[in-house]
C-alpha cells in the first residue's frame, strides 16, 4: 500500500487567499483526522472522520477553517480566507484500529 | 495547564547510552498512551502502544506507563545513531483522539 498521500506537498500562498489541501487515506480505513503542527502548539487535532461523517471538530480554530469527506477514499482541508497565523505543517491520518497512519504532510505559507 | 507536558529538549547522548524519555498528564480519564516517532521533515509514526497501566516490551524499546502518578516513559536501550528523531508521547480516552505532547527531540552522537 502507498500509504497516506497527502497533497500538495508544499504550499505557499498570500494572505486573503482560499487553500485547499487533499488527502487519501489508506484503503480500508473508516477513520480520517486532520492534523496541525507548529513549534509553538505541537501537534493538534483538528477534526476527524468516521465513515465519511466528522465526528468531532472541536479542535478546528475558527469558521474560516473547513474539511469535508465526500467518500471514503478523499478527504479535503480548506482554509478561507487564509492568515500568516495559519502557516504550518498539515497532517492527515488514517486508521483502522488504534493505530493511526499519517501521511508525510504539506508545509503551509501564508505570507 | 496543558494536558499532557513533555520536556522538548533538545536531549543529545552518546552511541549506546540508555535513553529515557516521560510525559506526565493531567486527565485521569486517559487509558490509551503511545508513543510516536518523527524524522525530520516526515510524519510521525507509531512506536509502541500500551492500554491502561503497565509495560511493554519491544526489542530495545519499553514503554511503561503509572496511572496513579499520571507518568509514562519510553526507555530505548542500546540508543543507535538511527535512533535520533523527535518522540512524541500521545494519550486519549478513547483510541481515536489523540492528546499529544510537545515532543523531545533526540540526538545519538556516534
Known amino acids: 500500500d502507498a500509504g497516506v498521500i497527502q497533497s500538495p506537498r508544499h504550499e505557499v500562498t498570500e494572505m486573503g487567499q482560499e487553500v485547499t489541501l487533499r488527502c487519501k487515506p489508506i484503503?480500508?480505513?473508516?477513520?480520517l483526522f486532520w492534523y496541525r503542527q507548529t513549534m509553538m502548539r505541537g501537534l493538534e487535532l483538528l477534526i476527524y472522520?468516521?465513515?465519511?461523517?466528522?465526528?468531532?471538530d472541536s479542535g478546528m480554530p475558527e469558521d474560516r477553517f473547513s474539511a469535508k469527506m465526500p467518500n471514503a477514499s478523499f478527504s479535503t482541508l480548506k482554509i478561507q480566507p487564509s492568515e500568516p497565523r495559519d502557516s504550518a505543517v498539515y497532517f492527515c491520518?488514517?486508521?483502522?484500529?488504534?493505530?493511526?497512519?499519517f501521511g508525510p504532510g504539506t508545509r503551509l505559507l501564508v505570507l | 495547564q496543558k494536558e499532557v507536558e513533555q520536556d522538548p529538549g533538545p536531549l543529545s547522548v552518546p552511541e549506546g547510552a540508555i535513553v529515557s524519555l516521560n510525559c506526565t498528564y493531567s486527565?485521569?480519564?486517559?487509558?490509551?498512551f503511545m508513543w510516536y516517532r518523527q524524522y525530520s521533515r516526515k510524519g510521525p509514526e507509531l512506536l509502541m502502544y500500551?492500554?491502561?497501566?503497565g509495560n511493554k516490551e519491544d526489542g530495545r524499546f519499553t514503554a511503561q506507563v503509572d496511572k496513579s502518578s499520571k507518568y509514562i516513559s519510553l526507555f530505548i536501550r542500546d540508543s543507535q545513531p538511527s535512533d535520533s528523531a523527535t518522540y512524541l508521547c500521545?494519550?486519549?480516552?478513547?483510541?481515536?483522539?489523540?492528546?499529544f505532547g510537545q515532543g523531545t527531540r533526540l540526538t545519538i552522537n556516534p
Open positions: 484503503s480500508g480505513h473508516d477513520y
Open positions: 500500551t492500554y491502561s497501566s
Open positions: 491520518a488514517s486508521s483502522a484500529a488504534e493505530t493511526q497512519y
Open positions: 500521545a494519550m486519549a480516552k478513547g483510541a481515536q483522539k489523540l492528546v
Open positions: 486527565n485521569s480519564a486517559f487509558q490509551y
Open positions: 472522520f468516521n465513515n465519511n461523517v466528522p465526528i468531532d
